[in-house]
């Protein structure tokens, strides 16, 4: 009996699929899915998730949009040379690595590209549609994992290309996931068809490092009521995002939920920002650094110094897999809209929810125990009704 016919499958379809992340998700998934590592980073697989009713790992075909044409084989080579992947498990999930990058489209809009805007999401949707189609998928999800773009110049400006990734993804009746600082969905023609579609969507930008400490020490200071004064940073980094970043627009685009962390947390916002520096010689590699000044009892004047050392790809791919498996879970139980309760995952997220990182958690699980008791009868229910008037209005 064919895995299609035996239990359902689930598309994740990634936007920047030849990318370091995206080579990392696809990598670990079947390393993972193989017994050659275990899922050390994925919050899905401890025991608060087990009765969630979450697809499995060995279920996930993946598949998605890239500008580049470099084969995910040949990346994960290069991503285990610059030790973010383990000696010997890209050779050994090979073949999966391979099936991946035949599901791979040319992304857009590239240089020379005539197509209007709504040529671009008619083309992306119909990739989408047929792969859905041809691996017999009950569903799939569309996860933004490609460079950070510049930050929007306003609600006149043109959609950049994470809006008609976005657009692709509700006309194709795929929930949507933005692990990006880019607009995507919030630009206000992606938003208006989202609220439309009845489907479910989360983001923004993956929390990954620096802000993760950030989302623990400022409820830390404002519980102990110690007055923060400034609370500046440094980000050191390389590969493709350290390139993207070292565009000012687009390093204030990713700054941006950064800096609400701290004001959701703290309740102001001190002195101080965040300096992100490319250097190319780090690869996939970063460091952050926080500086934070802060008054304690009698106006007592102290700091404390934070340094986080880290690989982006392989802190990130395991909170793709997460949110992939949430999303599609959620859509199959009938939710539509913003996903609140993903808030645990994001410096900048959709919806209403706590800052804190405790709080997220708690209200993270609490979302996945009412995943395991939702209603039989959804369960059945097909992916949401393809819909080809999306984006026209563009």
Not at 233 to 244: F, I, K, R, S
Not at 305 to 319: F, H, M, V
Not at 348 to 355: A, F, K
Request: charged share 20%; proline share 7%.
């Amino acid at each position: 009996m064919s895995a299609s016919l035996s239990r359902p499958r689930v598309g994740v379809w990634l936007i920047g699929a030849r990318g370091s992340v995206a080579t990392t998700v696809v990598t670990g998934c079947a390393a993972i899915t193989a017994g050659l590592h275990t899922p050390t980073g994925m919050v899905t697989e401890t025991p608060a998730f087990t009765g969630s009713g979450l697809p499995a790992l060995s279920d996930l075909v993946f598949g998605g949009h890239d500008a580049l044409d470099c084969p995910l084989p040949k990346r994960a080579e290069t991503l285990t040379a610059g030790g973010v992947l383990p000696p010997g498990v890209a050779t050994a999930v090979a073949a999966e690595l391979e099936a991946a990058d035949r599901e791979i489209r040319p992304g857009g809009p590239t240089s020379g590209d005539t197509r209007s805007e709504t040529e671009l999401i008619t083309a992306f949707a119909d990739d989408i549609r047929d792969f859905v189609h041809r691996h017999e998928l009950e569903r799939a999800v569309v996860v933004n994992v490609a460079s950070t773009e510049p930050a929007s110049q306003g609600s006149d400006a043109p959609p950049p290309a994470s809006t008609l990734y976005a657009l692709a993804a509700l006309r194709a009746g795929c929930a949507y996931v933005n692990f990006t600082p880019s607009e995507g969905i919030h630009h206000p023609a992606a938003a208006r068809e989202a609220e439309r579609s009845g489907l479910p969507y989360a983001g923004r930008d993956g929390k990954t490092g620096q802000t993760l400490l950030r989302a623990v020490l400022g409820p830390m200071f404002a519980q102990r009521a110690l007055r923060v004064r400034a609370w500046s940073g440094t980000n050191l980094l390389g590969g493709g995002d350290g390139a993207a970043l070292a565009d000012p627009a687009a390093a204030a685009a990713k700054n941006a939920g950064k800096e609400r962390v701290l004001a959701d947390t703290l309740g102001t916002v001190p002195e101080g920002e965040v300096h992100i520096d490319d250097v190319p010689a780090l690869g996939d590699w970063k460091t952050a650094w926080d500086h934070i000044a802060f008054d304690g009892f009698l106006g007592t004047r102290m700091i404390l110094q934070t340094i986080w050392q880290g690989c982006d790809s392989a802190l990130a791919a395991p909170l793709v897999l997460d949110l992939a498996r949430l999303t599609a879970r959620a859509h199959e139980a009938g939710l539509s809209g913003p996903l609140d309760a993903l808030g645990f995952y994001f410096k900048d997220p959709v919806g209403d929810g706590p800052s804190g990182l405790a709080e997220q958690y708690e209200e993270l699980a609490r979302f996945g125990r009412s995943l395991g008791r939702a209603d039989e009868e959804s369960h059945g229910a097909g992916p949401v009704e393809h819909r080809d008037d999306v984006g026209e209005a563009l």
